[in-house]
């Protein structure tokens, strides 16, 4: 199902300075100083639209900085008033929401410990109820488009028009360089999902680590997201939280501007915009694709090991009947043909019994090292 919402296009947001959409500032509000002089630098990069600072904190431990509190609203206030940025911050219950309004806070985001708990968003949208602000829901925790879908839906009923999504990644139990898993498959269904509601990049809750930054903000331009929310510090390694992630002013500076926007492309642009929009997501679905078959190699060399272990042989064929059996029909089901099916699967076998090859005759017993 398609739904529709009657939002503003984010041309029409307030701030806006052009697409992409900038939201940028501290992970945390730490000090008065910290924040004005953030600000200051940030402001200097004319591009930027909002400036945001963390002003309560989740953490995942307690006993670490949980953010300075309503104090620092008075803060994001002068930033407003001396610099002209406006301002955005985390609300996570209607106290936070009541709070923020009280110091003008022009942009609140509902974070994705928050937007996991239909209860708390409840609570966020009757505190909501009528107030003319701009509200950004980060994806949960979990990749789960409905709860995602569900939370946009609970801020929309509030008659916020300007509602947008942030894209911030998926916690995962594997640890992979990335701190948070991308998984673009579901920002990009939650477009189809919702045509019109602005989707927003977070690269710094993505990627954990400055290094990746540059390349996870490049895909979502090429993705075609309408923003992205960039953490910034005066001095990153200083931080009270996410220090690894944050870049300076200047370092943001020299990132944006070696990110390439197709859009900016002269010959029939809105043709180009279209097919490379649509390439990039098929590329996401090629990586994801090739990364589930890497899964799917791995767990047949433990199969090989524990076979190699009890003496088992590596073909099975009643097993093999069963496995394309299912395929095929499940395949038609989805309007893939059999001969397609058929083909790919049986490719797919041949290079697990490979791998399971490999184990029963190099004598190895557990996984070998990567060379
Ligand atoms: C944040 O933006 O600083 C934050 C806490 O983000 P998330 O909810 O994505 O973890
Ligand atoms: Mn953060």
């Given at each position: ?80 008033q001396e610099t002209g940025l406006l301002v955005a911050t985390e ?23 928050t937007s996991v708990n239909p209860f708390t968003v409840q609570e ?182 524990y076979k190699k272990e009890n003496n088992i042989t590596i073909l ?56």
């Amino acid at each position: 199902m398609v739904l529709k919402y009657e939002s503003s296009p984010i041309k029409e947001w307030r701030g806006y300075k052009g697409k992409p959409f900038l939201i940028s500032g501290p992970c945390s509000a730490e000090t008065e100083e910290q924040v004005m002089e953030t600000a200051r630098q940030l402001a200097h990069l004319d591009a930027i639209s909002i400036f945001r600072a963390g002003i309560w904190k989740p953490r995942t431990r307690p006993n670490s900085f949980e953010g300075i509190g309503s104090e620092g609203l008075k803060w994001l206030r002068r930033v407003k008033q001396e610099t002209g940025l406006l301002v955005a911050t985390e609300v996570a219950n209607e106290k936070h929401v009541y709070e923020a309004l009280k110091y003008g806070v022009d942009l609140l985001w509902i974070g994705a410990r928050t937007s996991v708990n239909p209860f708390t968003v409840q609570e966020i949208s009757d505190a909501l109820n009528g107030v003319d602000v701009m509200v950004l829901v980060k994806n949960p925790i979990n990749p789960d488009l409905e709860l995602w879908i569900g939370a946009i839906e609970r801020i929309a009923r509030a008659g916020i028009t300007r509602i947008g999504a942030i894209h911030r990644g998926f916690s995962a139990y594997e640890k992979t360089v990335y701190r948070n898993q991308p998984n673009w498959q579901l920002p990009i269904e939650l477009r189809r999902r919702i045509p019109d509601i602005p989707i927003i990049c977070d690269p710094s809750h993505i990627a954990g680590a400055r290094q990746y930054l540059h390349e996870i903000s490049q895909k979502a331009m090429d993705l075609n997201f309408d923003g992205l929310m960039i953490e910034s510090h005066i001095d990153p390694s200083k931080a009270l939280s996410d220090a690894a992630q944050q870049l300076t002013p200047n370092d943001l500076k020299e990132l944006l501007s070696r990110l390439i926007y197709r859009n900016a492309n002269p010959s029939d642009p809105k043709l180009l915009d279209v097919l490379g929009e649509l390439r990039q997501q098929i590329d996401v679905f090629d990586d994801h694709l090739l990364d589930l078959l890497e899964k799917r190699m791995q767990v047949a060399e433990t199969i090989g090991r524990y076979k190699k272990e009890n003496n088992i042989t590596i073909l099975q064929s009643t097993r093999w009947e069963e496995i394309i059996n299912k395929v095929l029909s499940r395949g038609k089901a989805k309007s893939l043909s059999v001969e397609f099916v058929d083909t790919i699967f049986k490719a797919i076998h041949q290079e697990s019994i490979n791998h399971q090859m490999k184990i029963m005759n190099n004598g190895a017993t557990k996984p070998e090292k990567n060379k």
